[in-house]
């Protein structure tokens, strides 16, 4: 089978959808399919990929507040590409330009538009909070709910990455035909990699004894990941336990946290760690993962950190709640750092040794990337064959 995925969203600079996609693609060779994804770059050029899949990159303009990534406009070389690779199955996930550039092509392919994100929680609802309530937000912005409806019509079949992001767009009466919940790579992560000696050097360095609490915040530094809520809630338990939290991580918010933190003995800020192994290493060292935004469609930092053994600390909504296991998490109100504080002293209020075994459980249970790749492979050959039969009897 091949699947191309015509994907705004893909930058050779990293990211969460390039580290998805060419996972993915590698995957696929391995099980016998091929993934091309359609990109726009700054020239036209070809990237092959050991083991099969590339990257066909098409000129396109630059975002105006981010040139890492391309806006499609132009129509005509993205279906020029479609009818010269025959695709079974062609892919995208932009609401805008491409959304219709998909839909209204006219090939054989199935299509299917995949659903990685929610604009109106992760912008608008963010953007108007201090004004309105969120069920006010949503009816303002029912317009675009409308808007996604239009072009939905023109796939055959409607996904999303995970439960959290279904339930949420069908509240607003969105057509959803499956959800594909996504997987990590699991190989990376495991309990066994704690170091005590780690963990005990990093307490210090938030001026803390091997005695204390430590929490990871892991992710980029942008106001939808709500890190003040998080530094807040750290802060407010601190006052009654020795608790630590490191933030690693970058982006546009980063000079603004560093100017939140500073003066606040027991927290500290480190650049992203891009080795995985190392990551690993950390992660599992640490005592549990906290996070602050409710708008996570699926929770890939929060599956990661279960897979190293972590507890969560995680909003009551979004993808990290859908992920986080009672027995080793604890989640509080979205958006509020008192709730966020109550919900760190509960966690360290529980018995070390239940937590942890829970904990090493829920490790055990992780969804894999692979598992992803593989359930969604047999979804599309299932619809490819409806879409057939269809025909047939058109």
Not at 25 to 51: C, K, Q, S, T, Y
Not at 139 to 166: H, I
Not at 330 to 339: I, K
């Amino acid at each position: 089978m091949r699947i191309v995925d015509v994907n705004e969203f893909y930058s050779p600079t990293g990211g969460g959808v390039r580290t998805y996609l060419e996972r993915k693609m590698g995957l696929m060779a391995e099980m016998g399919h091929e993934l091309i994804v359609i990109a726009p770059g700054r020239e036209d050029r070809v990237e092959e990929r050991p083991g099969g899949g590339r990257i066909i990159f098409v000129k396109a303009p630059r975002l105006p507040f981010d040139h890492n990534y391309g806006l499609f406009w132009d129509a005509a070389p993205i279906t020029a590409l479609l009818d010269r690779l025959k695709p079974d199955v062609v892919e995208n996930c932009s609401p805008w330009r491409p959304a219709w550039i998909v839909g209204n092509w006219q090939g054989d392919a199935l299509k299917s538009y995949f659903m990685h994100n929610d604009n109106v929680a992760a912008y608008f609802q963010r953007w108007f909070e201090s004004l309105a309530s969120h069920e006010r937000i949503e009816q303002a912005f029912s317009w675009y709910t409308r808007y996604m409806a239009r072009f939905l019509d023109k796939f055959d079949v409607v996904v999303t990455n995970g439960p959290a992001l279904e339930k949420r767009l069908r509240a607003r009466g969105l057509r959803i035909d499956a959800a594909m919940p996504l997987g990590i790579e699991r190989g990376h992560f495991s309990p066994d990699l704690r170091d005590a000696g780690l963990r005990a050097a990093l307490l210090a360095q938030c001026g803390l004894p091997p005695e204390g609490h430590l929490l990871l915040g892991l992710g980029r530094h942008h106001r939808e990941k709500r890190w003040d809520v998080v530094i807040d809630a750290a802060e407010r338990a601190g006052a009654s336990l020795p608790v630590g939290l490191i933030l690693l991580g970058t982006g546009v918010e980063t000079r603004a946290l560093e100017q939140r933190i500073d003066g606040s003995p027991h927290i500290r800020l480190f650049r992203p760690v891009y080795d995985r192994e190392r990551l690993a290493r950390i992660m599992a060292s640490c005592d549990a993962l906290i996070h602050g935004s409710e708008a996570e469609p699926f929770g890939l930092v929060a599956s990661e950190a279960i897979a190293a053994g972590l507890p969560l600390v995680v909003p009551d909504t979004g993808g990290c709640a859908e992920v986080a296991d009672p027995l080793s998490s604890e989640t509080y109100t979205a958006r509020d750092a008192a709730a966020g504080a109550q919900a760190i002293l509960r966690l360290f209020a529980r018995d070390p040794a239940l937590l942890r075994r829970a904990a090493v459980t829920a490790a055990g249970r992780v969804r894999s990337d692979r598992e992803h790749t593989v359930d969604l492979m047999a979804y599309y050959e299932r619809q490819i064959a409806v879409k057939r039969a269809l025909n047939r009897r058109a």
